[in-house]
């Protein structure tokens, strides 16, 4: 078993920067894939970036691309979502995930979740 906990959310203006982090627990996590993805009001889940177990292979959308960057911290089983040149669209509530699943753009496929930290950009 496996759980997470989102922080680092806030409010900030456009341009500027949030490190969000995401802790685990349970002996298992260092070897599930990892995901963060974010949820505006009125609208879907989506991915944000993903970071494979094995070989730590990193994935972006294409909307956050060049701007965020995952990492992980197996020391401290944390994950970070580095989030730079933030601007009003990025505001949601981010959810760290993990899972085994080989697919890691997709919601359904992780397994564990946890309760999102709220980030507002706003001038």
């Keep these: 078993q496996v759980q997470l906990e989102e922080s680092g959310g806030g409010v900030v203006q456009p341009g500027e920067s949030l490190r969000l982090s995401c802790a685990a627990s349970g002996r298992t996590f260092n070897?599930?894939?990892?995901?963060?993805?974010?949820?505006a009001p009125g609208k879907e889940r989506e991915f944000v970036a993903a970071l494979r177990a094995t070989l730590g292979a990193t994935y972006y959308a294409e909307s956050v691309k060049g701007r965020f960057t995952i990492s992980r911290d197996p020391t401290k089983s944390t994950v970070y979502l580095q989030m730079n040149s933030?601007?009003?669209?990025d505001t949601a509530v981010y959810y760290c995930?993990?899972?085994?699943?080989?697919i890691l753009t997709s919601p359904s496929r992780y397994t564990y979740w946890g309760r999102g930290t709220q980030v507002t950009v706003s001038s």
Aim: charged share 10%.
């Design 86 to 89: 933030l601007t009003p669209d």
């Design 97 to 102: 995930a993990a899972g085994s699943a080989v």
């Design 31 to 39: 070897n599930n894939n990892v995901g963060w993805f974010r949820q």
